[in-house]
T-cell receptor
Framework: SQTIHQWPATLVQPVGSPLSLECTVEGTSNPNLYWYRQAAGRGLQLLFYSVGIGQISSEVPQNLSASRPQDRQFILSSKKLLLSDSGFYLC????????????FGSGTQLSVL | SQQGEEDPQALSIQEGENATMNCSYKTSINNLQWYRQNSGRGLVHLILIRSNEREKHSGRLRVTLDTSKKSSSLLITASRAADTASYFC????????????FGTGTQLKVEL
């Protein structure tokens, strides 16, 4: 069966520090991968998605970047965090094709202080 | 911009009552999906309805889709305290590539 791992669960970082959040998927090949951010009590904002290794689509210009070095690994990064980067970050995957559902990781609560 | 907008933003009901949440969207879709999120957790897929379908059932869930009004509703019948969560609609819209766009969500509280 397929599983998705996202870590860490919580993270407290000072302003200006770097960030690296990692997400890995097991039990499937060539998935579409997604990073979403959720502000407290709000909906999900799509940040990045990837349809293959090295292929990254950015939805919102911002202080973050994403990379997909391996088929089932998706990394969210920042060189210098801002206060506005605080939020709940969710990684998700789905199989290629139309009409597929998303499977979400358990999320990372990031607080930038 | 968000494709889907749910209403109400918050809903509080008694156990045993039915809960109805609505979602509106702006552009043509391939399908619309509903997800549930418990506080501080990832989202879980509930049900998917395709653009050529009008109604779909899964257990206590009933979803309707009106493409002429660009709207959908999620009905949870005989609600339970365990149904307390946030519910989101998400649209897989035509020409949207591989993106799934989420609405702002409805926070449902079911009280004993």
């Amino acid at each position: 069966s397929q599983t998705i791992h996202q870590w860490p669960a919580t993270l407290v970082q000072p302003v200006g520090s770097p960030l690296s959040l990692e997400c890995t998927v097991e039990g499937t090949s060539n998935p579409n991968l997604y990073w979403y951010r959720q502000a407290a009590g709000r909906g999900l904002q799509l940040l990045f998605y990837s349809v293959g290794i090295g292929q990254i689509s950015s939805e919102v210009p911002q202080n973050l970047s994403a990379s997909r070095p391996q088929d089932r690994q998706f990394i969210l990064s920042s060189k210098k965090l801002l206060l506005s980067d605080s939020g709940f970050y969710l990684c998700a995957w789905r199989t290629q094709g139309v009409g597929e559902k998303l499977f979400f990781g358990s999320g990372t609560q990031l607080s930038v202080l | 911009s968000q494709q889907g907008e749910e209403d109400p933003q918050a809903l509080s009901i008694q156990e045993g009552e039915n809960a109805t949440m609505n979602c509106s969207y702006k552009t043509s879709i391939n399908n619309l999906q509903w997800y549930r999120q418990n506080s501080g957790r990832g989202l879980v897929h509930l049900i998917l309805i395709r653009s050529n379908e009008r109604e779909k059932h899964s257990g206590r869930l009933r979803v309707t889709l009106d493409t002429s009004k660009k709207s959908s509703s999620l009905l949870i019948t005989a609600s339970r305290a365990a149904d307390t969560a946030s519910y989101f609609c998400a649209t897989d819209h035509r020409g949207g590539g591989n993106k799934l766009t989420f609405g702002t969500g409805t926070q449902l509280k079911v009280e004993l």
